[in-house]
């Protein structure tokens, strides 16, 4: 076997996420991380069209820190805003098993 680098150099990472919901709806979720994977990862999510956040937070390791809800997170609807959260949990999960 040759001798590739397959894991990621130190240094910031960004992950983009465009999630549609079935009504249409489109949203960006970026993942801020740095890595080697610390205690933290951020997150923010908006609106694909006009760019306005709807949320944005970290998560510790160990919990949820921060979170921020802008008003425009009204435009989704409940089930909308349910299934980003779950979007968001998921995502987060990968990059935290980024752990060396």
Do not use: C, N
């Not at 990862?41 to 306005?52: I, K, L, N, P």
């Not at 425009?72 to 999960?93: G, M």
């Amino acid at each position: 076997m040759s001798d590739v680098k397959t894991s990621l150099s130190e240094q910031y990472y960004i992950k983009h996420i465009l999630h549609t919901f079935k009504s249409e709806k489109s949203v960006l979720i970026e993942i801020m991380y740095y890595y080697p994977i610390g205690p933290q990862v951020s997150f923010e999510a908006s609106g694909w069209g006009h760019g306005q956040p709807l949320v944005k937070g970290i998560f510790y390791r160990d919990k949820i820190g921060e979170m921020t809800k802008y008003k425009e997170i009204t435009l989704l609807t409940p089930t909308e805003r349910r299934e980003l959260s779950y979007k968001i949990y998921e995502e987060v999960d990968k990059v935290l098993e980024l752990v060396e």
